[in-house]
Each structure stands twice: as C-alpha cells, then as structure tokens.
C-alpha cells in the first residue's frame, strides 16, 4: 500500500522503560505493538519497509524479566518524532497505549538533544534552599486552608505559620478563585501577612499561591501574584497540563520556583501495572514542566501511596537529566507533626515536610505549633 | 482550632455521582471521605461548625447498592467552590480523589448556574451535519499517517479519501510539529488537497489537523489552520489539558469543530473501578470543554473498549445539559470496513466512524476503498 519514501533522521533516540505484566509471551506482543501504536499506528503488515520501519517504527532495544510476571522493555524512538515539544514527547511515550492494561511507564532516557529543548526547573533543590536560606536541614512546608475562609483569615494563618518558622505556605489546591477569597485578595494580603511576619522573625518564608485556572488567565494570575511578592507558584499539571506548568517555570519575567500539584494525576499512579512509576511522573516529567518541588501524597498518611513509591520518586527528583536541576519532594496528605522527624529520616533531609491539617491540629496557637514542627526539624539536623 | 465563620453561598449545589468498591460501611466511609477531602481537605474533628460544614464540606445526597458490591453515592457541593472554571470544577469532583482507590466518577449533574459559565460545542451533532450536507445518514472518518511520510503524500491520501467520499479527514495523532511534515506545511497542503477533491466531487470533506502542541503555539496553530481552510480541529485534552480544548471551542474568531483525541486520557478510563465513566469523560467533561465530536476506541479493536463502555459514552454525548448541544462519538481503533454496517447499527446512524489502518488496508486504490467506505455505510441508510 505505501511507498518505502525516505525520511530523514539522527539517529539520535529517547528511550521508555515500560514494565509489562502477562506471560512473557504477552509482555513480548505488548512490548511489539508499543513500537508501532505509538509511532506510525499501523498494522505490522501496513508498515512501509525501508526508512518507516527502520527509523519511524519503535524498536525494542532489551526485554527481560524482572520477576513476578513483570517484564521490563526498553523502547527507543527517532528524537525526531517528539517535535522537542513537551505534549509530544508524553504522546509518543504513552499517548494511545494510555488505553491499554498491564503497561507501566518506568523512566525515560532522553538524550541531551532532546533535554536541550526544556530549560528544567530554575531553581531546583539548591536555587531553593538559597531562596529561604535553609542549606542543609529539612524544609518545613504547610497549606493554608479551609476553602470558605476569607482572604484575612487565610492571611492570619500565613502569618503565624511564617512566624513559627514554616519554609513554605501554600495555598491548599482547592483554593482557586472562587467568589469567596478570591485568587486576587487572597494573593496580595497572604504575600503581606508572609512578608510582614518575614520582617518580624528575620526569616525568609514564602507564600506560594495556586495559579491553576483557565490557561488564559493563569499568566496573569501568576504575573500578579509576582508583584505581590510571593515567593513561588503552586500548579496542577493534571488540571492545566504538564505544558502549562513548562511555559510558566520557563518564563523569565516570571522567574518563580514552582511547586507541582498532584490534583487528578492520581489515575496515572494508582494501579502498579499501569500508568506511569513515581520516578517517571513525578521525578522525571515534572522537572521536564520545570516543577522545582513535586508535591504528592506520603506513605502512611490518608492516601495508599507506599514506601516504596516514595523512595522511587525521590530517586527521579534526582537522577542525573543533562543540565536540568534536581526538585525536591514534598510529601503531605495526612502527616502529623509526631511524623517529622521519621520523614526526615526517610528522605535524608532532602525533602519538604507538608503538614497542615496536622499543624492545625496540634494545639490552640499556630505560631506555636509551627515553632514546635521547626524545632522538630532541627533536632534532626 | 477554626472560628465558626459565615460564608455567603447562593444554596445552588452541583452534584457527583461516584461508584464506590467494598463493603457498604468501606463505601460509605469512602463518601464521607471524599466530602471531605474534595473541599475542606480537614479532618472531620477539625471542620469549624456552622457555615463551612453546613454549606462548604460536600454532603451525601443519595446511598445505595447498585450491585455486585458497588455502592452509588450522589454528593453535593456549592456551585461556588467550582469558581465557575472548569480546571477547578474537575478539581472539586476528583482532584486528590483520583489518588484513592476503588472510586469512580459516573456522571455529573450540572444546574444551570453552572452550565451557563461555559458555551458547549459550538456546532454539536446538527451543526456538523449541516456543514457537512449529511442530515441522516452515519459520517465518515478517517486518520491521515504514518508519521514519517511527507507533506505533500499525506496531502495525496487526503484528497484520494476526500474524492471517494469520506466526511472528515483527521490528522493521525501521532502528527504534531516534527521536522517531517511540519504542521504549517502539512495543513496548507491537506486542506488544498480536501478543497480541490471537493471542487472535483461536489463534497464537503473537511480537513482536521492536531493542533496539539505547546500552549504558547496552540492558538497560532489553530488560527493558521483556519485560515488555511480546514474544517475542524483535533485537540488532544490529556496532552494540553480539558481548559485549553474548551478555551478553542469558545474562541469566536476560531469558530471551528473540535475533535477531541484520547491520547493520554486512558488511564482515567481503564480500570472500571477507578476514574471517570466515558459517560463522564468522554461525554459530559467533553462537552463542557466544547468538544464536537470525540475520538476513542470502539469495543472489538485493538483496546479492551466494551460496548457497554460504548453505549455509555454515546449516552454521555446526548444527555442534556441545559443549553449545551450534543456532540459525535467517533469510535476507532482497530477497524476495518467490514465493521462499518454493524457499527452503524450499533450507534443508530448517530456516529463519526473512525476507519484509518483499515482504510489504507481495504486494497491499493484509496479512492476506491473510499468509495467502498461510503456505499457501506450510504446502504444502512
């Protein structure tokens, strides 16, 4: 049916790890039919020869067992087919096969001329730790909350959480721009009552509002929470897009750290057999949008993320990706301040402990509780 | 810990409707959770009495079993906490929701409040018909590829599919902005060769490219693409997000059908015990984000579609939804055409049926597999 036409390629390839469940039989098929669904989506029998299926086609570089009726394949694609665009790049490594069962996106291998085209986080881990002065021991982060509170009241807690010595003050993801608290007030008295508290303690704590929203506003939203003086962005790839988040780290005039929301993204993460790892999603692909801190849900809290899961993510906020910075983790999602300490242990300090339901939780005054989670931090070094 | 605060809320509330896994009382835990996790984010000892837990944490409306150990938990919530935009509507219906197991949005019932902050398809099922002269009878569809070819022999197929009679020529998804057939060339060539076999037949085939690609290039794309002449545009919303797609259907300069594409979107779909229905998904979430007809995978292809999820999602295109239109289900992946008279009955006429690698397959002559394609489906009236 086709003509074998020539293309021109590289030869410059990027290469998916998946994991693959079935017999290796299945795994081995599955392993096939990636190549071609998420390239020139033909029937193998279609595919024109010569440069299409030489070059265009995927093409299984290893397959092994990894036990446990998993199997591990590494496929490459031309450089070529991402476009160095962002939405692409995610559309060739999983796009179509999103729709089918037992494959699990395990880590990406981009080489540096496809790294070339992001910029990565701006900040990342030290750019951070230089902003809010903390070069060595834990960060301490919390959510302002609830929903339906008014702007000054949301600013009150701010205050006493940078008082008491919390690093970061985000909002929590459900504060968007709704008629109460609106994203604008909210914004400008948070940043106030941070900067106020700053100039009180000597610290250096930030307020992070969430700019999610409707994409034609949230570079302006995100604009105006910069001149009101916060200190980063908070943003939900799974609400706006990985891209979105991308345009906003690498935007000069911004130049914010930003903190990447988990919001909807948990379909990519709950099933182990499908998806995406913690170390691709949340490692890998939120510094390729640029994320400087991945905010996601800690083991043994409210949500069934295990250590494992966490270990594996915090592996991807640091492995080696060209000139790109490392992220910090910034597990939450049910901690209580008695677990401080355990978490700094388990990511070795290099980490920002969300607490907030907790912190509210641990007495009548915020700035003491937010005094005893800084104490907590510093025990541990 | 919170003061009792007032919050003014207009009483209007918006539901969701969840499918829960487990025993009735794990179900009815889970409903109490997600109230609470989906607004306050609080734990139920913290929530301030009064206006908060009264009107801002969600409230179950309905509990029952619906069978086979699935329980139906219809819960409530402000219409004030969506903001009116859709990132943060999609938010509060499953947010951090998406990171617990065993939970499933079904459907959405939207008052008019609600509805009337966004526009809907802008052509829907009539308006499309209308474009293009096809009052009654099932349409045509199909995907230029493979990634790879040039401009100007994904041109020839289009203008040969065009000739023999297929509505709506589509960009493969696997076409975004690679060196190879870059998207400015390709689209100037597509949409002359569609005009010009329409000049030829009399038809009104319409050329949809991907617009998909970084936000920053999307609306630039999309605009170039209109005044190339193209008939519609393909949006994939799990690349650039459901807000981008929505804020191209509404955009009155653009005033083009949007084709929405599945890529990525699977993993919210393929676990029926987690995620949204493709009643949701597919058909309401769409159409809130104005989508006009929408691309996935039909049972009894390559993807593990039923066609219980078939029926489901065609039901979700229709539903009403106050002054929304309807939209097109255009189900693909893996068919050939002798699938076209069963799919037409399946869908009773109301369908885009998306044949690609079968089109290419049916024997050399495009036009004629085109004309093929067309009879088959003309003869099931």
Do not use: W
């Not at 609830?146 to 009241?153: L, S």
């Amino acid at each position: 049916m086709f003509k074998p036409l020539p293309v021109e390629v590289s030869g410059e390839r990027f290469t998916a790890v998946y994991h693959l469940r079935g017999s290796q039989q299945e795994a081995y098929e599955a392993a096939r039919e990636i190549c071609l669904e998420q390239t020139v989506e033909l029937p193998d029998g279609l595919v024109p020869p010569g440069d299409i299926r030489e070059h265009i086609v995927g093409r299984i570089e290893a397959f092994a067992s990894v036990g446990d009726g998993i199997y591990r394949a590494d496929i490459s694609y031309a450089v070529e087919l991402s476009g160095f665009e962002l939405p692409q790049l995610l559309n060739v490594v999983f796009g179509n096969t999103a729709m089918k069962a037992n494959i699990r996106v395990v880590r990406l291998d981009l080489p540096d001329v496809l790294l070339r085209a992001f910029k990565g986080p701006r900040f990342g881990r030290e750019g951070l730790r230089d902003l809010l002065g903390a070069p060595h021991r834990a960060l301490l982060g919390t959510a302002l909350k609830p929903v339906g509170f008014p702007a000054h009241e949301l600013a009150r807690f701010a205050h006493d959480f940078a008082l008491g010595g919390v690093d970061v003050i985000k909002d929590d993801h459900g504060l968007a721009n709704q008629p109460i608290a609106d994203f604008y007030e909210r914004t400008r008295r948070c940043a106030e009552a941070v900067a106020e508290a700053n100039l009180q303690s000597g610290g250096r704590s930030i307020y992070v509002p969430n700019v999610s929203g409707p994409v034609a506003s949230i570079f302006d939203r995100a604009m105006f929470a910069k001149e009101a003086g916060v200190g980063g962005i908070e943003v939900a790839p799974g609400l706006v897009s990985y891209d979105v988040m991308r345009q906003l780290a690498e935007d000069d005039r911004l130049s914010l750290p930003v903190f990447s929301h988990p919001a909807l993204l948990g379909a990519y993460l709950i099933s182990p057999g499908h998806g995406f790892s913690y170390f691709a999603l949340h490692g890998q692909i939120a510094r390729l949008a640029g994320a400087d801190a991945v905010i996601y849900t800690n083991y043994g809290g409210r949500f069934p993320t295990t250590p494992q899961d966490c270990r594996d993510l915090a592996a991807g906020t640091l492995t080696p990706m060209s000139h790109f910075k490392t992220s910090f983790p910034m597990p939450g999602g049910g901690m209580s301040l008695d677990r401080a300490p355990e978490m700094v242990e388990f990511y070795d300090r290099g980490v920002i402990l969300l607490i907030s339901g907790g912190l509210f939780e641990a007495g009548p005054d915020l700035i003491d509780n937010a005094r005893r989670f800084r104490e907590l931090v510093e025990k541990m070094g």
